[in-house]
């Protein structure tokens, strides 16, 4: 039997790696000490070392398609032992960058997030919708008296905008996933198909951030998105239960400060913003231990970290009677909200989505240990 396999390397991916961060690729020389010194790698299908020979060939197919590109959580062990300066968790960083280019559907949204050219415009639909929806509501005029943010924006208009943008991001998202899921299995072996276990394991690593837990030489990362994450938990929950109290309650907003879903909301944007704090600082204050910050990582963390301070501002103002401050700054941070709701799937955002398939695959073939 012929088991020849023809390999048809893309000189033109390898620049396009090169460029999205990963310029270093071309210093390996297979030496395997990055899967020697990596905790989180498999024992049966260890990475990096062959998503390197890959990235060097140029086997994009390989590389997108390939859960272990994802389940790599960028600790960063690989790079600081390399004989060579190699650099593998930033070769694979720039793999997940472009990734989110090639999983995209529509595919233009994907490239448009990975073009600093095209930011003013993702940032312009979002600021036209709410400007043309706050003129329809009232007029654009601040409503006098006591500061409440649904007579300036009623909840119904926030809504007619905000779940379809919401559908819009899920239906996209699983276009994307499936994208995905259909690549893992034509290049990785085992069934493919997910199973309970598989899912809760990832489920479980996830909440415990078992993987960020194992890393060394960025190991102070685990906390800054252990907040992140459940920060950012609490003020969804927070979002759909308000939803909950004004659709099934009846109840109005503002709520009371120490109203329970209140306290969830102001408990989840404190420790959002603290995490987001703490990652914004150890990426500007040690670089070398937490590799290379691209376009895209910066693009979404600075939008996440400011919807989280526009959400703090803005009930503080609220709070301090400055209406003047308050009702701009509160529809700033609703097109913030709305760029990270809406284009979820196109930036970097989309990691938690991509990752966790990736882990619940590795998982249903017994690859996830």
């Known amino acids: 039997m012929n088991n020849t396999e023809y390999l048809e390397p893309d000189l033109a991916f390898v620049a396009r790696l090169k460029r999205a961060g990963g310029e270093s690729v071309k210093k390996c020389f297979q030496c395997a000490t990055c899967v020697a010194v990596c905790d989180v790698t498999q024992s049966d299908r260890p990475f990096p070392r062959k998503e390197m020979i890959w990235a060097q060939w140029g086997l994009k197919e390989k590389l997108f398609y390939n859960p272990d590109v994802w389940l790599c959580h960028q600790c ?108 893992m299995k034509r290049n990785s072996p085992g069934k493919g198909d997910p199973d309970a276990a598989a899912v809760f394991g990832a489920v479980k690593d996830i909440l415990l951030h078992k993987k960020f837990a194992q890393c060394r030489t960025n190991r102070p990362r685990y906390t800054g998105h252990l907040l992140i994450f459940f920060g950012f938990l609490a003020l969804f929950a927070t979002t759909n239960l308000v939803m909950m109290y004004h659709y099934l309650l009846g109840r109005e907003t503002p709520l009371a400060l120490g109203d329970p879903v209140k306290l969830l909301g102001n408990a989840g944007a404190l420790a959002a913003f603290a995490g987001v704090s703490y990652i914004i600082a150890r990426r500007l204050a040690a670089p070398d231990e937490t590799g290379k910050t691209s376009y895209q990582d910066w693009t979404f963390i600075l939008t996440l970290y400011a919807a989280i301070i526009t959400g703090i501002l803005a009930e503080s103002a609220r709070l301090a009677d400055i209406p003047a401050a308050a009702y701009p700054v509160y529809f700033t941070h609703l097109v913030f909200v709305f760029f990270l709701i809406a284009y979820l799937p196109f930036s970097k955002f989309a990691h938690m989505l991509y990752r966790t398939a990736a882990m619940i695959y590795a998982g249903s073939n017994g690859k996830n240990n």
């Not at 960063?76 to 989110?100: I, Q």
């Open 76 to 183: 960063g062990d690989c790079s600081t032992h390399c004989p060579r300066g190699a650099k593998p968790s930033d070769v694979l960083a720039a793999v997940r960058n472009l990734s989110f280019i090639e999983y995209a559907v529509p595919g233009f949204l994907g490239k448009m997030h990975s073009s600093p050219a095209a930011l003013v415009a993702l940032f312009a639909l979002p600021a036209a919708v709410l400007l043309l929806a706050a003129i329809y509501a009232n007029g654009l005029v601040m409503p006098e008296g006591e500061i409440v943010y649904s007579r300036f924006f009623p909840l119904a208009v926030i809504d007619s905008i905000f779940i379809p943008a919401a559908l819009f991001a899920l239906i996209t998202s699983i276009l994307s996933l499936k994208k995905l899921w259909s690549g």
